[in-house]
């Protein structure tokens, strides 16, 4: 297929619909509206299923009950919605059903603005809702990795029967780039539906899908499970991108939109002289602690940029142990940081850096 | 000798759609009475193998452990918007859910009411027994003015707690709801006349003609603090003045042939 020029909301809901998705239930709520407008045209055009709730409350809960059937099932939504499904993401975590979700994060807290954030860093990868839950957590910096990152969810989430949560923001869900959708996934037929979906008890038994186990030894049992599942997670899904890193002394972290950012500022930094690259996590949970132990045996010091106060570089500061300097640059509320802002950042570490022997920097 | 055989007519048994199993309902709870008439619907009908149950949170939370049909389990008042998802994406399916007065009057209200509005094709089966029995017996929406509950010890006070809600009167003013009525389980001729009402608001479904609702009055007589029998009196002479018996609204489809319940 050939690239297109594509909206991101748009783009991510129609890389939904190519992966098979059934249903969406959703709310409208800027920065994301465009995806609900755009299912809402196209879903029912498939003869699948579109709602809009009433809220963010009820989407999510719709979202759970499609999801105990057995279908593809998502919905979108942006911070203060985000925040509204928190209880029901908890109940689809504690019932190890496959969803689906957008946060197209904006600026906060309370109801804040539109305007780009990733404000949501530690609701969404931490878990957010009650109990010991982890999402898997995917964070794209271009329109193509939303698309790919979308379409790839709805297999993740059914592999591990879990959530998985793209975490945008406000510009990736505006923008418009050229992108290439994927081809058109069949549905899944009504009967090739799992084995524990309620279908109705025809020929077996019942199936239960529940959150409850009133007996703590019975609810511990159910969290190993899910810690089981947890690790084979982080096992077997870390993703990251690196840029000029083979040489480089000092290394900006940096995820999504602000890890384009970095890229701008890496480029004109290396014009200067400075040796720099990025590391930009893709997959937030699980998070790259690996690697970033790696590069902090690699690199003199570390800069963390994020459109937030400070989340990601807690995970930063948790990889790298002590061995480095790390260094926290950040937007808030909705600002986002300028290349040449970080490149000053870049410099001024550059500077301390000199002034000390390598060594010691370590 | 032998005795000469005695010949058996089965006149009573367990519906299939219930399993063989002892609840954890408290004593003269009516609970058991409505899982019990739904159970029997289900099998009338023949459609235990299509049908979906969504469970509340509340005392019926382990509702799915007395029905043998598949059941999902909700958060609390959420039933409605969660039986919304199985029902779109399974519309050949019977779906439906099971709440209490808290869940479904006060923590549940935006999600009951847009069910209705949507005129969403599921059934939903309200126990109304005026108290919170879960949690052992604080005020529910539908507390009546001046009863005595664990969070109104004094009694319901309106000037301070507000007024009971009346969900058939108010759901019943929905243009999606095609099957609004309340009955009673106080006594066996109530209980019939429930049964029959949940037999419409199942057959509701079926036909695809929206949001079906039964309330049914239930006692708590743990919660209320008396014996099962006075519960049951307590019902007629408190709860059925408050809350009247009737068909709130029948969609002309049904009260064609409504069996005169």
Known sequence: MAKELLEGNVAFAEAAVRAGCEAYFGYPITPQTEALEHMAKRMPELGRVFLQAESEVAAVNMVYGAACAGVRVMSSSSSPGVSLMMEGLSYIAGSEVPVVLVDVMRGGPGLGNIAPSQGDYNQIVKGGGHGDYRPIVLAPATVQELIDLTFEAFDLAEKYRCIVIILADGSLGQIMEPAELPPMRPVRKAEERPAWALTGARGREPNIISSIYIDPVEEEKFNHILMEKTSRIEANEVRYKELL???????????????????SAVKAAREEGIKVGLFRPVSLFPYPFERVRALAENVRSILVLEMNGGQMVDDVRMGVEGKVPVRFYGRMGGMVPLPDEV????RKMHRETMAEPAEAGR | MTEPALSETLVYSRPQALRPVHTHYCPGCTHGIAHRLIGEVIDEMGIREITIGVAPVGCSVFAYNYFNLDFAEAAHGRAPAM?????R???GKIVFTYQGDGDLAAIGMSEIMHVAGRGENITTIFINNAIYGMTSGQMAPTTLPGQKTTSTPLGRDVEVHGFPLKMCEILSQMDGAAYIVRRSLHDPANIRKAKKALRQAFEVQRQGLGFAMVELLSSCPTNWGISAEAALVWIEEHMIPAYPLGDYKVHPAIAEKAPGS
């Open chain 1, 245 to 263: 890193l083979e040489d480089a002394e000092i290394a900006i972290v940096a995820f999504g939109t602000a890890g384009r950012i970095a890229q």
């Open chain 2, 83 to 87: 039986a919304t998802g199985l029902k």
């Open chain 2, 89 to 91: 994406v399974s519309p």
């Open chain 1, 343 to 346: 490149l000053d950042e870049v």
